[in-house]
Structure formats: C-alpha cells, structure tokens
C-alpha cells in the first residue's frame, strides 16, 4: 500500500487492500499470509472475517485504512499476528493474549485433549489440577470447559500473565473454578497446595493432576527461533535452561510435594526430549510412566504422562 508499489489511482477497496496485502506478506516471509491478511484487516475494520467477503467492493474510510497500514508494517516486521490483534483461538475458544504471555499452539491442544479424555474416564469425581506456568490460562481454561467436575489452580510467576489469564476464565465463564497464584514454580502457600475451602476441599490431598507446557528450548537453540519468538514471546516461557530440561527436572523433583497418591503429572514435550524426560522421572523411584503421545501425523512425541506412586 506504499506509494512506490501502487498506482495513484489505485481504489483501495477490501477486495484489493486482502489481495495487495497478502502477496507483500508473503514477500515478508509470514507463514499462512492471506489467514495474516483478513485477521489484520478484520481487526483493523472491526468486524468478523467472514464479513470481509460479504463486503469485497467496500472502500474503508481513511482512519481504518491507516490503522490497517500500520498493523500490516508491523506484521511484516515479523511483531506476531495475535499480539496484534490481542487474541488467539485455542481449543476452539477465543482467548486475550499480550506480549506478557505465550501465544496457544495447535500442539498444545494434545495435552488439553488427554487430561479431558483421562477426567472424564473418572466419572463425576471431583478433581482438583495445578496448572503450572499458566500464561494466558488457556490450558487449565480450556480443560474446565469440557470437564465440570473439575476445580483448577492456575500459577505464574509474573502477574502480567495472570492479569490475563484471569480474564480468560471470566470471558469464559469459569472464574469461579479457578484459583489464580503468583508463585515460582512449586513453591505453593500450604493452603492452596492442600486444598481449600473456596473448592470444598478440606486439606491435606494435594493435587489429582499438575499440568503443564514447560519452557522447553535449550540454550543452544535460541538463535535459532524464527524472529517472531525470538524477539517477541516471553523468553520466561520459552527458555529452558542449558539443555532445555530445567523445569522437567525441577517437577521430576518436586512435583510430589504437590500431588495426591497416585494422581499423574502431564507435560508437554519439546521435540526429542522424550527420553531424557522420562529418565529425570524413573531415577526419583517415584513415578510411574502413564503413557505418551505423538503429535498427529508428526513422529515426534508431544505429551508424555507420569503417574505419583512413591512418596
């Protein structure tokens, strides 16, 4: 939309800001340029994106234009498209997301999908999870949607994160079910670690299920990560020590300090820490290997599940 790419003719309708805007994306290197395209230029309108092509011959007003040039510059800059547009789809949920938190993964829903699948194989049991490292929430929200009985505390060690993940529940309707804590790691005040009485609980129990997407990228790797992680995702969310394994081996630790005889850690993988995760849990005598998963149509394993057997 430069003066030095356009005629000055150029009658800069929605049809022809969408397709103008998705070549110059490609150009930039964006991954998926005409989906970048409409939620940009949707944002920029306010509107849905399927209303975009109920109105290809409308020419926005000049405001609208400029904000949409300027969402687009900074996209082609690689600043992501969620942040941009202040949300992101997870679990076919929507979800606020800002610089303060990751950006959901479609790989991450794997994790949401075999803790609901391991809920509701226990009827209507009530159940108590940690999700560890909440960021935007969406894991331990989109796990309370689909499986009522259960109650939720969610921790972050930066309270910007939680700012957003506790409007997440409430957009959601599940601010009731979930206790949101500042805390570093599992470090956990007594009365949230053993249950309250906000949740009906009367102490002592300790988790059925910590959850968690780890910051997984080795130190080596960081480089490495496109422009649009690198520069602009929380490195706290991200980076996991030298080797990538400082939090795995952190919960391998200590995660028993937190959970009920015989409830189950879920984590999430980085590609091809498989192994090296499961050695950190079999040397404690702890824990028991509950099974793992791989990334549909990836040869990579994605969720891996520990079950709490020793003390």
Same mark, same amino acid.
Request: proline fraction near 5%; include cysteine; aromatic fraction near 8%.
């Given at each position: 939309? &430069? ?31 005409? =989906? ?9 309108? *306010?509107?849905? #994106? ?14 609208? %234009? ?9 996209? @082609? ?10 949300? #992101? ?20 829903? =794997?994790?949401?999908? #075999?803790?609901?699948?391991?809920? %509701? ?9 940690? !999700? ?9 929200? @989109? ?11 969610? +921790? ?5 994160? =939680? @700012?957003?993940? %506790? ?5 959601? *309707? ?10 570093? &790691? ?25 959850? +968690? ?21 929380? /490195? ?25 005889? &015989? ?6 993988? *980085?590609?091809?820490? /498989? !192994? @090296? ?7 404690? *005598? ?12 990836? +040869? ?9 057997? #020793?003390?």
């Amino acid at each position: 939309m &430069g003066t030095e790419t356009r005629p000055n003719d150029a009658v800069w309708s929605i049809g022809r800001l969408l397709s103008w805007t998705t070549e110059y994306l490609g150009r930039a290197g964006l991954e998926e340029p005409r =989906l970048c395209t409409e939620l940009l230029l949707a944002h920029a309108l *306010g509107c849905r #994106k399927i209303e975009l092509y109920t109105r290809f011959e409308q020419i926005p007003e000049d405001s609208r %234009r400029a904000a949409f040039r300027d969402l687009v510059r900074r996209a @082609a800059a690689h600043e992501p498209i969620a942040y941009l547009v202040g949300h #992101k789809e997870f679990y076919s949920l929507d979800f606020e997301v800002s610089p303060a938190v990751l950006i959901p993964r479609p790989e991450t829903e =794997l994790l949401v999908d #075999k803790v609901v699948e391991h809920c %509701r194989g226990l009827g209507d049991r009530p159940v108590r999870l940690l !999700d560890l490292g909440t960021g935007s929430g969406c894991i331990a929200v @989109a796990i309370l949607s689909r499986v009522p009985q259960a109650t939720a505390v969610a +921790s972050d060690v930066s309270p910007e994160a =939680l @700012a957003v993940a %506790r409007r997440n529940a409430e957009r959601h *309707g599940l601010g009731g079910r979930v206790t949101f804590i500042e805390a570093d &790691g599992l470090r956990l005040p007594a009365d949230i670690r053993n249950g309250d009485a906000e949740h009906g609980r009367d102490g002592g129990d300790g988790f059925e299920i910590l959850v +968690s997407n780890p910051p997984y990228v080795a130190e080596r790797e960081w480089s490495s990560l496109p422009p649009e992680v690198r520069e602009y995702e929380p /490195r706290t969310a991200l980076a996991g020590g030298e080797d990538g394994l400082a939090f795995y081996r952190w919960i391998a630790a200590e995660g028993h300090e937190v959970l009920a005889r &015989g409830g189950s850690v879920w984590l999430e993988l *980085g590609d091809g820490q /498989r !192994d @090296a995760v499961l050695e950190l849990f079999r040397v404690t *005598g702890r824990y028991g290997m509950g099974g793992c998963w791989r990334d549909a149509g990836r +040869s990579q394993d994605r969720v891996v599940r520990f079950i709490f057997e #020793k003390g």
